[in-house]
């Protein structure tokens, strides 16, 4: 419990840091604490700390784990999403990070349908045009989000996602960060609020925060 609370406030200052050499000082960072291969007692404890925000890459790892977890916890679905996983994320999760294709859409609009409700998603950019990573290129990025406004009223668009490559180097991924942040301004769409940028993690979110980020994904840095 102690080094998981040192942790956190280590990377809480960091953040605060980062807001402050960009001018960011009044604007809200949510942290989300990834959870890929953490058991839920350790999330237990995250969640004593205050963090309410949580995110996971893997429906079949993390249903098991929401069991007994406190209710007012705020699930992200942050990984490569299957179309047929859709009616186990919809009912649990309050965010997708990943919407990428039509056919996914598709999916999440007829489930969302189904179950009267708006699902809230950000739309994947590669950025980094890295051929292992999912995500839509910035060229198609504006093309795609006017179709799935067009005709997909069961999804509300509230930003973009992207994954930078891993470096020694933050600052090397700065462009990329940057580029989604100016992707995201340029674009214009009635009933689309890209307001929300889900980009930086452990090795690289205080750049990505000095570049616009308002969601961090943070596992290791956190529950090392």
Do not use: C
Request: glycine share 6%; hydrophobic share 40%.
């Amino acid at each position: 419990m102690e080094l998981l609370n040192q942790n956190y406030m280590k990377i809480i200052e960091r953040i605060n840091k980062a807001k402050e050499k960009s001018g960011r000082q009044k604007d809200e960072i949510k942290l989300i604490a990834v959870t890929k291969g953490i058991r839920s007692k350790a999330i237990k404890k995250a969640a004593s700390l205050g963090i309410v925000h949580f995110g996971e890459n893997r429906v079949q790892e993390v249903l098991p784990k929401m069991e007994g977890l406190p209710e007012h916890l705020k699930w992200h679905f942050i990984g490569h999403l299957q179309s047929n996983k859709v009616k186990d994320v919809l009912p649990r999760f309050s965010l997708i990070h990943s919407l990428d294709r039509i056919s996914l859409a598709k999916e999440i609009n007829k489930r969302s349908e189904k179950e009267n409700r708006v699902t809230d998603v950000l739309v994947q950019v590669n950025v980094a045009k890295e051929k292992s990573k999912f995500g839509l290129s910035v060229q198609e990025t504006e093309g795609f989000i006017e179709k799935v406004v067009e005709k997909f009223p069961y999804i509300k668009i509230l930003g973009l996602m992207t994954i930078a490559p891993y470096v020694e180097d933050a600052q090397e991924v700065r462009p990329i960060f940057r580029e989604l942040r100016n992707l995201a301004q340029e674009i214009v769409i009635p009933g689309a609020e890209l307001t929300e940028l889900s980009m930086g993690m452990s090795n690289d979110f205080e750049v990505a925060v000095e570049e616009g980020a308002t969601m961090v994904r943070i596992g290791s840095a956190l529950f090392r």
